[in-house]
């Protein structure tokens, strides 16, 4: 389980700090940087995985724009249930941010507090799962991360545990028109990019390692969340496969191309499948808005859902939400509210509703409150600048 | 063809609902709105939440059903009951009627109290558990604490039991609230 999240001079964070539970709900105005965690995360992860470099990942417009330093530090606390904490840690330096020129100065991975990966931009350390005896020299790459390097070994299932978890890290922030029905070659894709442009390869490359994801997707989109839907249907096609839909129909099932459905079903489609990987594989779910694209009736029942997934322990769920249907839902046991001022850092407070906030039937709703940006009641302090506009506007 | 909503479950937190869902999920009742409190406890706010929603059925003709889950805690049960009939009475609402898909459900002397007695009904331990302990405090002797992850699986053994033929020791209100949930399925299936 992911528990929190350090990062400090890149975009919007400064020394910001992010704690998490099985579920949490980042809440906040446009801006505040909800959106902003989630693809850290994403980018952590493909660091980590060894699917992309610092070069790409951590481009100087990543940087604080209103911080001079040229070192950006990230630390992720990690939880699993067999072996403990891990903490792991990533500076990254700017050194010619004019030529886009970064290099990892500083890789390291701990577990209970004893190291089992130290690595500068000199050399790097690999420690064996005992934390005993000398440890093994490898080389450092600088734009590389060095775990994402390390074979699976028996005497490195410790450090090979924390990275799968990392590939078991699923981070959605869906944008169905970008989604294709083709899915070209015959490329594995293990995670699927965030916008799931690439979602059709995904299912195929799942599919191929384990059925029953599929299978388990195709029965509740059948049961509950698609009337009509049957099963899914890839056909090749020279190189390529299309990935298509069988729907109910007279007197033969009809057969759609993923790309021909409409937004809120291909929404449905992808939350789907991630639920059914999520809770086939465990780790983490992280969405921004699920219920962007869906009907209101799909909305509750999804949030009912992960809700459910999340405190029964099958997987870990951070969301962004702004719909009030999840505010209202999950913003008073699970919020945790981001804000900034307009040029600076993101701010972070838990949402703790004031005893007077719900006592009776004419109580305001969470969402309302929010809506009108009297998040007192919720335990939030509001920058000092939104305050001084506020105090202005009652003085005109 | 939107998703339709049949039944409204109103409770003080997700642990009564995910127990209320384990049982009517079991019993083919899946399309559920739910309804919860966001502090997460307080008997007003559910007895004028299911009053509301009892309104909203009969005023819209829509839905099948209404279900509340509050805890006694330590109130009194007759207490509790004729607390929300007044309510339901005083909006001309009539009674809560299972079999009218009107359900109101009371454990005493919380849901723990629930929780505990069909984790050991299933595991076949014997443990003494009254109605009166707290025991969202302090587990049963010999017993783990229940989990989150507990409870739909509590709900859903309920729904293996016979209300007629419940083993010895079962709560008197958990007697009673098993067969409400009968009647209530079988209202809200027609």
Not at chain 1, 269 to 296: F, H, K, M, W
Not at chain 2, 99 to 107: D, H, I, N, T, W
Request: hydrophobic share 40%; aromatic share 8%.
């Amino acid at each position: 389980m992911l528990v929190r999240l350090y990062a400090d001079n890149y975009r919007c964070f400064s020394a910001f700090t992010l704690e998490l539970g099985s579920l949490s709900v980042l809440l906040g105005s446009n801006g505040s940087g909800k959106s902003t965690v989630l693809e850290l995360f994403a980018k952590l992860r493909d660091f980590v995985t060894g699917q992309g470099r610092s070069l790409d990942l951590f481009p100087p417009e990543t940087l604080c724009r209103w911080d001079k330093r040229i070192e950006q530090t990230f630390e992720l606390a990690v939880k699993l249930e067999e072996y403990g904490e891990y903490v792991y840690r990533l500076r990254i330096r700017h050194e010619a941010p004019e030529r886009s020129l970064n290099k990892v100065v500083e890789e390291t991975l701990s577990l209970n507090g004893k190291p089992l990966f130290e690595g500068n931009d000199k050399e790097i350390w690999l420690h064996n799962d005992e934390q005993a005896g000398n440890p093994v020299k490898m080389q450092p790459d600088w734009h590389i991360s060095g775990i994402s390097r390390v074979y699976d070994r028996n005497e490195n299932e410790k450090l090979i545990a924390f990275r799968k978890s990392f590939e078991n890290m699923l981070v959605l922030q869906l944008n169905p028109g970008l989604v294709r029905a083709v899915a070209p070659g015959k490329q594995f894709i293990e995670v699927p990019k965030p916008d799931c442009s690439d979602f059709s390869g995904w299912l195929r490359s799942i599919s191929m390692g384990d059925t029953l994801i599929g299978r388990r997707a195709e029965e509740n989109l059948a049961k509950e969340t698609l009337p009509g839907f049957l099963l899914f249907q890839p056909t090749p096609s020279g190189d390529s496969n299309i990935l298509e839909c069988l729907f109910e129909a007279k007197p033969k099932p009809l057969k759609l191309r993923l790309d021909e459905l409409s937004s809120g079903q291909i929404a449905l489609i992808i939350l789907e499948v991630a639920i059914a990987a999520a809770t086939e594989r465990g780790g983490a779910l992280l969405l921004d808005e699920p219920s962007n694209y869906l009907g209101l009736p799909e909305i509750q029942p999804l949030l009912v859902r992960l809700q459910d997934a999340a405190l029964e322990g099958r997987f870990q769920v951070v969301m962004t939400a702004h719909h009030p249907i999840a505010v209202d839902l999950l913003a008073a046991g699970y919020g945790v509210w981001l804000d900034r001022e307009p040029t600076g850092p993101a701010r972070v407070h838990r949402v703790q509703l004031a005893d007077s906030t719900m006592d009776d039937k004419s109580a305001m709703r969470v969402s309302d409150l929010m809506a009108r940006g009297w998040v007192s009641a919720l335990g939030i302090s509001r920058p000092a600048a939104s305050q001084e506009a506020s105090s202005t506007a009652a003085v005109q | 063809m939107p998703r339709v909503c049949n039944i409204v479950l109103v409770c003080e937190g997700w642990r009564d609902s995910a127990f209320a869902r384990g049982f009517l999920e079991s019993s083919g009742n899946r399309r559920i709105t739910l309804k919860t409190n966001p502090r997460g406890s307080g008997h007003d706010w559910v007895k004028s939440q299911f009053v509301e929603e009892v309104a909203n059925m009969k005023r819209f003709s829509e839905g099948r059903g209404v279900l509340g889950l509050l805890d006694e805690d330590g109130q009194g049960v007759s207490e509790r009951k004729r607390d929300i009939a007044d309510a339901l009475r005083g909006r001309n609402l009539g009674s809560f009627l299972a079999s009218e898909g009107r359900c109101l459900l009371l454990p005493a002397r919380n849901l723990e109290t629930w929780l505990y007695w069909l984790k050991s009904c299933q595991s076949r331990m014997l443990v003494s558990i009254d109605e009166t302990t707290n025991f969202k405090r302090q587990p049963p002797t010999g017993m783990a604490r229940i989990a989150d992850r507990d409870c739909r699986p509590a709900g859903e053994y309920l729904h293996t039991l016979d209300h007629t033929q419940l083993p010895g020791g079962c709560p008197s209100m958990l007697r009673e609230g098993l067969a409400q949930l009968r009647d209530f399925v079988n209202a809200v299936r027609h």
